[in-house]
């Protein structure tokens, strides 16, 4: 009988536990939960690793996200700037010719850790150079992970995330206006 009733009780605090609200996410514009979109310029540096160390590309990158009321967003501008671009190994003498990305990115602003997810981010880049040995390389993101340096009150984000080939990305963008953002 008391086998029973504690089987019960499992249950019970179970089913209530599935049926507790989870924390919502929520971005904050000077400590208060967003009224209407906002948007937030980013820039700074942007570093993609190719695996296997066959070489590396960074660029200085001014990006542009739509936070809006609630815990989503948009990426609606991923820009580098050409002429800051530096490549190694395979990339070394590589000038970057065109970019394009899938903007607009979706974007989830995460509680638990206080990061931002981009998802499904997709960069093209054409090169072009009388020794570069890449044409192009594609990159598809399922998640970016951009972890503010304070999750309530936002100056910079620093980049993580892997391509499905492998290459990663990693950099600081700052963050204008600053100390303005953050998530809750």
Known sequence: MIKKIMLLASMALATAALAA??????????????????????????????PFGLGTYTCTVHATLVAEPGSTGKVTKFEPTTNTCVGTGILAN????????????????????????ITNATIKNVYEGANCSQTETHLL????????????????????????????????????????????
């Open 21 to 50: 609200p989870a924390a919502q996410a929520e971005w904050l514009h000077n400590g208060a939960p967003l009224k209407a979109n906002a948007t937030v310029n980013l820039s700074g540096t942007a570093g993609f690793a190719a």
């Open 94 to 117: 590589c000038k970057l010719k065109s970019h394009s990305s899938n903007v607009p990115m979706i974007v989830h602003a995460n509680t638990t850790v206080r990061t931002i997810s």
């Open 141 to 184: 993101f399922s998640t970016v992970t951009a972890t503010p340096d304070n999750g309530s009150s936002i100056s910079s984000v620093k980049l993580s995330g892997t391509a499905t080939n492998g290459t990663t990305v990693s950099g600081t963008l700052n963050v204008t206006p600053a100390k303005t953002y953050g998530i809750k």
